[in-house]
């Protein structure tokens, strides 16, 4: 799927940056341009293989928003039309898709991502999707409740979220900050693989995934997770059916990126590797696991030629709201925006209006 990525704000650049680096690479050649936008300098100059955009440089000098998302979203409002010019050459023919990448939890890309994404769907017929990346559950009150606001109107202006969890993909006992490298260099690798196995590649048979199944996978909107797992393959086919169940599993249980998410409204499952250690007969018997365990009558199943001498099973998910760790994290959001507003609560006032009469 040839795909433009827009990174914006800190965890933003930093992952458009990775992803592209990734495709490179690996000369897979999905991605087709990308740019990060940022209201912090800083934030920008430390990136070194993307083309990077400055906005609100009126309103915050290069300093960033901070936590502050509202700040954020009016910034990319004010400097939409400039970004959207930066976006020239980036956005061509045949572009498949555009993804908006952002942490949620912070300042500008919080409030500059759904922005941005309303803004591109005004102009680009091809789906606009964002890759969202949710504040582990550590980090603090202000994180969740910004990522809360954030994910609502993304979920509202998206064609669908991809949902990272930064609890989701690095060791336990590490901590989420230590973790970012480790976490970033997954998120390339498994959304990069992704949006390569996209990419029809010329003389080989129809069960090869195209970019199709992938935009219909993620067309039923909502809230989406992308689960990954691989082993080494084997030079007996029987083995490999085994090993394709075990990744398959392994890739929607315990590597998914949103944990806990199992059903869904549709799944898309491909196995990459050599063509021939995969086989067939696993593929499908892994995808009819999927459509039990998702509970989804739409899960499509195909395979990624790779040179490798592993099997790797991708799980996209779409329309994955109902997981329990949505409900778990929006309850958060809600609870965190409650305490900031009881903080600001001006005390003195709230006793003002009591029928009781002051004594002097
Ligand atoms: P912004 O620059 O104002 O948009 O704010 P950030 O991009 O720093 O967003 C803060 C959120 O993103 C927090 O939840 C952080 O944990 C997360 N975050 C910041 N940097 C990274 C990163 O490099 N990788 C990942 N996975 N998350 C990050």
Redesign the pocket.
């Known amino acids: 799927m040839k795909v433009a990525l827009i990174g ?5 650049g ?2 458009t940056e990775r992803l592209a680096q990734f495709d490179a690479d690996m000369g897979f050649d999905a991605v087709q341009g990308a740019l990060a936008v ?1 209201s ?1 300098k800083p ?1 920008l100059q430390s990136l070194e293989f993307v083309d990077t955009q400055l906005i609100g440089a009126d309103r915050v000098n290069g300093h ?2 901070g936590g502050d998302n509202e700040l ?1 979203a009016e910034i990319m409002q004010s400097d939409a039309q400039q970004v959207l010019s930066g976006l020239d050459g980036r956005v061509t023919s045949k572009s498949e898709a555009i993804f908006v990448v ?2 949620l ?6 409030g500059g991502a759904p922005v941005l994404v309303h803004e591109l769907q005004q102009v680009y017929d091809v789906p606009v999707y964002a890759l969202g ?1 949710l ?1 582990g559950r550590n ?1 603090g009150a202000l ?1 969740q409740a910004n990522a809360g606001r954030s994910l609502k109107t993304l979920a509202r202006e998206a064609d669908a979220t991809l949902l990272i969890d ?1 609890d989701a993909w690095h060791e336990q006992g590490e901590s ?1 900050e230590g973790a ?1 490298e480790t ?2 260099g997954k998120i390339a690798q498994r959304v990069g693989l992704l949006f390569a196995s996209g990419e029809a590649v010329e003389g080989v048979g129809e069960s090869v995934v195209d970019s199709s199944e992938v935009i219909n996978t993620l067309r039923s909107g909502g809230i989406a997770s992308l689960g990954y797992a691989s082993e080494v393959a084997s030079d007996d086919s029987g083995e490999n059916i085994r090993t394709v169940m075990t990744v398959a599993r392994q890739a929607l249980l315990t590597g998914t990126s949103l944990p806990d998410a199992t059903t869904a409204d549709s799944a898309l499952l491909v196995i990459a590797g050599e063509p021939e250690t995969v086989p067939r007969k696993g593929v499908e018997k892994a995808r009819r696991w999927l459509e039990d365990e998702t509970e989804s009558m739409q899960v499509r199943g195909g395979d990624f030629p790779l040179e490798s001498d592993r099997l790797g099973a991708l799980v996209l998910l779409g329309g994955a709201e109902r997981s329990e760790r949505i409900e778990e994290f929006m309850q958060r959001a809600r609870e965190a925006k409650r305490a900031a507003e009881s903080e600001q609560t001006d005390h003195a006032e709230e006793f003002a209006d009591e029928r009781l009469e002051n004594l002097f």
């Open positions: 914006v704000g800190q965890a933003g930093k992952v940022n912090a934030d960033g928003v954020g952002a942490g939890g912070g300042g500008t890309g919080s990346i504040p980090e994180y930064n989420v970012f976490i970033n």
